[in-house]
């Protein structure tokens, strides 16, 4: 009977402190999508995510907010600052974008080598060249402003509405505001803290957004085109929004294809990020 | 008026009553029933409507049934060190200073269907143990359902082998008998009344030296068999209030059993092991022993219900006013795993034995009934008594489906708001962290089994040892199908009033391999 008291007790979050005394105690479950990423909790290491465990636990937290980090070499850190309440865990979801993100540019015409092995890819003459389908499959992609990821619920020329699944986001003269359209119950982590729901979120950029979508395989990250670049934007605002880049170059759009590949368009040249 | 006067002492069903008993034991029979259901479809329910209940009642649950490992693999150590001391015991000399010349085994042996070796296997046993022969009824007990066969084999068995024994007698159980069911109690009880009047009384047998060893036609008596049980009957308190109950090994056939037959024949094996060392909660099972004497007292085995084995027991307790026990003799016998010609019909036939072993639970509403009739039983007993079989059936039939399918439930039922919770976190690694350290008892079990091994027929080197090892991984699934779910089965079907008659276990024997 004691050993059961005890075990339900831990298992609620209770814990035993050096004075003896019950204590409350909370945590984190600390999600991560890039395995080899070092996760940190109040500047104390966690653990180091690995290709079959990319999740972690942080429990026996005492109330309070804490600074997580997550970082790997070659990728943009990711830092936040959360509460951790009594009996509680709280989502976290971070995400890092690389340092230097890879472009590939996509030219319109590609050529087979001699010898066959070899294919080279170039751009300006047609003569004797194959046309590239990537090419004209991007091109068409940013021939409209539909998405291949969300749905774009309303257009007009004041406003964009954006939607995936039931998170609605809206674009308003340059501004994000993101709500949730679904039930209470089903309401995304990020719209809580401790049973305290928002119905909106208003997205912190100080840049006009000249659009967006969502990030692919995320319905947390917003993909951004700002007159200074392109850069993926986490919704959740239970503290400062954590902002990378993911191009930094002047008059980028860019577009999602269905199979989550970010396409940008500089000029009039198109390319793929390599993420 | 002695309990084993009144309409209740072999009551087989309620439907056997009339009037408010009749009511009384229908409801005793949906009890066990009702408990596993409400249990696990209450789990269910707690975990979609009161998720943190539903967790802090699936680590309570997990912690016991943590507790009972740890506690019942102390005893089924103690008892594996008991057995390897008994095998190793010269029971000739333990009775060489003890007068046991008086004493006669009847050993009752019935079949149906079952091929000739298989009878004469178990024949071979007994005249290679070293009890006097000339000392040793036969009777070989068979069905007249099984027409021809059952004379044939009654035919062979006599001409090689009749002359050896004291006495041989074939008796052939009449179909169709007013109140019976057919099957194996029926059976042995016609033939210990023929034995009685064939032999015992034409020969001026004292009923009370002659010791009856009940056993299924598969059943091989190791050596010293017979010298164990004379002396445990003779040093016992009261051995006629004793019934006396071997460890059943299943080892005839166990190199040509499928893993699955042999994980589920091990853990039966297991299960008879700890209860030896629980002396004050076993009841008779299988192959098992009891003095003519007191058996004839009370009218022999049950004829009208399936599980006999263990309501013979029943029946001397409540004759006896509570004041009958089991022996244990931790020693063996060898009996057949189920083996069919197909791994799936092994499979089947693994079920539906369980099945019909679970059935047992038909005693549970008997054994109330009886503590509610019979006033002469010291109130503590019945409590003690209904607490540990209520507990026993229930923890069959629900505890492995609740382990290994129903701790993550409120997780996955319980609602965006109680996975924010620490203990939604915690419940599925408790869960599993408890089922690991359990399944380390698996080690424990693996050495036990191959310990008691009978050398392999073709080669013996480490690596014939290796699948006696492997298979223990199938426990969860062995306990769960094999266990829980026939146990689920019975229970639910003694619910509905659908009462089981008896099924023989085919035997099957790949003749390359034995």
Avoid at chain 1, 139 to 159: D, E, G, R, Y
Avoid at chain 1, 209 to 225: A, E, M, Q, T, Y
Avoid at chain 2, 96 to 120: A, G, R
């Amino acid at each position: 009977m004691l050993l059961t008291l005890f075990l339900i007790s831990y298992a609620t979050g209770y814990r035993i402190t050096n004075t003896l005394d019950f204590t409350h105690t909370g945590g984190f479950y600390i999600s991560s999508t890039l395995s080899g990423s070092d996760i940190f909790v109040a500047d104390k290491f966690i653990t180091k995510t690995s290709l079959f465990q990319r999740n972690v636990l942080v429990q026996n937290l005492r109330l309070g907010s804490y600074d997580i980090s997550v970082s790997k070499d070659g990728y943009q850190t990711w830092k936040k600052s959360l509460v951790v309440y009594p009996e509680k865990i709280t989502e976290v979801h971070p995400f890092t974008m690389k340092s230097s993100p890879e472009l590939n540019r996509i030219f319109p015409f590609f050529v087979q080598g001699e010898g066959a092995s070899s294919t080279i890819l170039v751009g300006t003459t047609t003569k004797g060249r194959q046309l590239n389908s990537e090419y004209a499959n991007v091109k068409a992609l940013f021939a409209t402003t539909t998405s291949n990821t969300s749905v774009i619920t309303v257009q007009s020329a004041t406003s964009t509405t954006r939607t995936l699944r039931k998170i609605v986001v809206t674009e308003e003269k340059g501004a994000l505001r993101v709500s949730w359209n679904g039930d209470i119950q089903d309401e995304p982590y990020y719209f809580c803290q401790n049973e305290v729901c928002q119905n909106t979120i208003v997205m912190n950029i100080r840049e006009r957004v000249l659009n967006f979508d969502f990030f692919p395989g995320r319905d947390d990250i917003l993909v951004v085109s700002l007159p200074s670049g392109l850069y993926a934007v986490e919704i959740d605002s239970r503290s400062s929004q954590n902002m990378q880049s993911i191009v930094e170059e002047k008059d980028i759009d860019f577009r999602i294809e269905k199979n989550g590949t970010i396409y940008i368009k500089k000029a009039s040249s198109f390319f793929s990020v390599a993420l | 008026m002695e309990y084993q006067d009144t309409p209740y002492f072999k009551i087989g069903r309620a439907s056997d009553l009339t009037g408010s008993d009749r009511t009384l034991y229908r409801a005793l029979e949906i009890l066990p029933g009702f408990l596993s259901w409400t249990t696990i479809l209450g789990t269910i329910l707690l975990s979609f409507f009161a998720p943190v209940a539903a967790a802090y009642f699936i680590i309570a649950f997990d912690t016991y049934w943590l507790l009972k490992t740890v506690y019942l693999s102390m005893h089924l150590r103690h008892n594996w060190k008991r057995i390897k001391y008994n095998l190793s015991v010269d029971w000739a000399g333990m009775l060489s200073k003890m007068k046991y010349e008086h004493l006669i085994h009847m050993i009752v042996l019935p079949y149906y269907k079952e091929d000739t070796s298989i009878v004469e296997q178990s024949v071979r046993s007994l005249l290679e143990s070293q009890y006097d022969k000339k000392k040793i009824i036969l009777v070989l007990a068979s069905e007249a359902s099984a027409g021809a066969h059952g004379e044939d084999v009654a035919r062979h068995i006599e001409r090689t082998f009749a002359k050896d024994f004291g006495y041989f007698i074939h008796t052939t159980h009449p179909e169709n008998r007013a109140g019976e069911m057919p099957g194996k109690g029926s059976n042995i009880s016609y033939a210990a009344e023929e034995a009685r009047v064939k032999v015992l009384d034409p020969n001026g047998i004292n009923y009370r030296d002659v010791i009856v060893s009940a056993f299924d036609v598969d059943t091989v008596a190791y050596k010293q068999y017979f010298l164990c049980l004379t002396w445990h009957f003779l040093t016992s308190p009261n051995p006629f209030k004793s019934s006396f109950q071997p460890v059943p090994f299943y080892n005839n056939n166990i190199w040509s059993a499928p893993a699955v037959s042999r994980v589920a024949a091990g853990s039966s094996t297991f299960w008879q092991m700890m209860q030896q060392e629980r002396p004050e909660k076993l009841a008779t099972f299988s192959s098992h022993s009891v003095s003519f004497q007191a058996l004839y007292e009370i009218g022999y085995w049950q004829k009208n219900m399936v599980s006999e084995d263990s309501r013979i027991f029943w029946n001397l307790f409540f004759a006896h006013d509570g004041d009958y026990t089991v022996v244990p003799l931790s020693y063996p016998v060898s009996m057949d795993a189920n083996l069919a010609p197909s791994l799936r019909q092994t499979m089947v036939n693994i079920y539906k034995q369980h099945r019909r072993w679970t059935w047992g639970v038909e005693n549970l509403p008997y054994i109330i009934f009886g503590f509610i009739k019979n006033k002469s039983i010291p109130f503590w007993t019945k409590v003690k008594t209904t607490a540990v079989q209520v507990e026993g059936f229930w923890s069959l039939a629900t505890n492995p489906i609740m382990i290994f399918f129903l701790g993550w439930l409120p997780v996955v039922l319980g609602g965006s708001s109680f996975n924010k919770t620490v203990l939604s976190y915690n419940l599925p690694m408790f869960t599993r962290n408890i089922m690991i350290v359990a399944m380390l008892g698996l080690i424990l079990s693996a050495a036990i089994f191959i310990s008691f091994l009978p050398d392999h027929p073709k080669r013996k080197n480490f690596f014939s040892n290796m699948p006696m090892v492997l298979q223990w991984i199938l426990i969860p699934f062995t306990i769960t199908i094999f266990g829980a779910i026939p146990g689920l089965d019975a229970q639910t079907r003694l619910m509905f009033g659908k009462y089981m008659g008896f099924w023989v276990t085919p035997k099957h024997r790949h003749e390359k391999n034995n």
